[in-house]
């Protein structure tokens, strides 16, 4: 049997900008070994592929499940895959996703786009980057590896940890090159947080804020550089340094980001993050809701002839 499959990019309304993924569509009755879902994602070769699988019967449940690949390995969360996955399948009444990391509720927002409730387990890890030898790397990345010293380590659910680097200028973020600094080592985080770890900078510019609508929007400009690729839209990154930033950095209950992510690399992303935080008798803030928004546009489709 052929699994059928779409491709958006995805954080965008614009074809061939924003971030791809693949859409796979998993018939009612079919099992797909995990070994065939990862050759699966593999021959995509994006930076994710997901599996959602359908049923019998749609008009018995607004929910479906669905599985999310890397080339490499499962992962439980992701956000351009959350977002994609949404507005794939909002058209048929879905209205919650079943996700590794939680169920994600998701729902209209504001011109046309789609928001989902983002499970999330945030850590912030007890050791900062320790910074690198300086004159060790050509002048602009000295400079990249001088400021990244003592940047968080911070998890927006187990797997997921990114290191925020927060730089002074978008000349300074427009310098950065894929795979100048070496890889970060797991030792780095906390007992218990250190499966699934990879190598992620998420390099950031605060751009300013202004109140709209009775909530300050911050405005941040990013890139996600690793070893080998610079990604163009991170939504799980973004839902991080937004919830960061409200729990570490800000004093506000509630908040709303614009972040702008992929520009250097000709794929200019839109990826809309609102954040609720708590204060409690102690002074602790606390996050209570965190929401991922943006669009989504259809590219192909198409189907796997034959299964690995």
Same mark, same amino acid.
């Given at each position: 049997m052929?699994?059928? =499959?779409t491709?958006?990019?995805?954080?965008? $309304?614009?074809? @061939?900008? &924003?971030? %791809?993924?693949?859409?796979?569509? #998993?018939?009612?009755g079919?099992?797909?070994?995990?070994?065939?879902?990862?050759?699966?994602?593999?021959?995509f070769?994006?930076?994710e592929?997901?599996?959602?699988?359908?049923?019998?019967?749609?008009?018995?449940?607004?929910?479906?499940? =669905?599985?999310?690949?890397?080339?490499?390995? $499962?992962?439980? @969360?992701? &956000?351009? %895959?959350?977002?994609?996955?949404? #507005?794939?399948?909002?058209?048929?009444?879905?209205?919650?996703?079943?996700?590794?990391?939680?169920?994600?509720n998701i729902?209209?927002?504001?011109d046309g786009?789609l928001?989902?409730?983002?499970?999330?387990?945030?850590?912030?890890?007890?050791?900062?980057?320790?910074?690198?030898?300086?004159?060790?790397?050509?002048?602009?990345?000295?400079?990249?590896?001088?400021?990244e010293?003592?940047?968080?380590?911070?998890?927006?659910?187990?797997?997921?940890?990114?290191?925020?680097?927060?730089?002074?200028?978008?000349?300074?973020l427009?310098?950065?090159?894929?795979g100048?600094?070496p890889?970060?080592?797991?030792?780095?985080?906390?007992?218990?947080?250190?499966?699934?770890?990879?190598?992620?900078?998420y390099?950031?510019?605060?751009?300013?804020?202004?109140?709209i609508?009775?909530?300050?929007?911050?405005?941040?400009?990013?890139?996600?550089?690793?070893?080998t690729?610079?990604?163009?839209?991170?939504?799980?990154?973004?839902?991080?340094?937004?919830?960061?930033l409200?729990?570490?950095?800000?004093?506000?209950?509630?908040?709303t980001?614009?972040?702008?992510?992929?520009?250097?690399?000709?794929?200019?992303?839109?990826?809309?993050?609102?954040v609720?935080?708590s204060?409690?008798?102690?002074?602790?803030?606390?996050?209570?809701?965190?929401?991922?928004?943006?669009?989504?546009?259809?590219?192909?489709?198409?189907?796997?002839?034959?299964?690995p």
């Open positions: 052929a699994l059928p =499959f491709t958006l990019n995805v954080f965008t $309304e614009t074809r @061939f900008k &924003g971030n %791809p993924l693949a859409v796979v569509t #998993v018939p009612p079919m099992v797909l070994t995990q070994a065939q879902k990862q050759a699966i994602a593999r021959e070769n994006l930076s592929t997901v599996f959602v699988y359908d049923i019998e019967n749609p008009t018995t449940t607004d929910e479906r499940r =669905f599985d999310i690949f890397t080339p490499q390995v $499962e992962i439980p @969360f992701a &956000g351009h %895959p959350t977002i994609g996955t949404a #507005v794939f399948l909002h058209p048929h009444g879905v209205r919650t996703l079943l996700a590794k990391a939680g169920p994600i729902e209209p927002a504001a786009a928001r989902a409730a983002i499970p999330h387990n945030v850590r912030l890890h007890q050791r900062c980057l320790p910074g690198l030898d300086p004159g060790s790397f050509p002048a602009s990345q000295d400079e990249v590896a001088r400021v010293r003592f940047a968080p380590l911070f998890s927006i659910v187990k797997g997921m940890t990114f290191a925020l680097i927060e730089l002074p200028s978008l000349d300074l427009g310098a950065v090159w894929v100048a600094l890889e970060l080592p797991a030792e780095l985080l906390d007992d218990g947080w250190r499966d699934g770890w990879v190598t992620r900078r390099y950031y510019v605060r751009l300013g804020s202004e109140r609508g009775g909530r300050t929007v911050h405005k941040i400009r990013t890139r996600m550089v690793n070893q690729i610079e990604d163009p839209a991170t939504g799980s990154a973004a839902c991080a340094l937004s919830s960061y409200s729990l570490h950095k800000l004093d506000e209950q509630s908040v980001f614009e972040i702008t992510q992929g520009v250097e690399m000709g794929r200019a992303s839109n990826i809309l993050i609102d609720e935080v204060k409690g008798l102690d002074g602790a803030r606390k996050l209570e809701a965190l929401h991922l928004g943006g669009k989504a546009v259809p590219v192909m489709s198409g189907s796997i002839a034959a299964l």
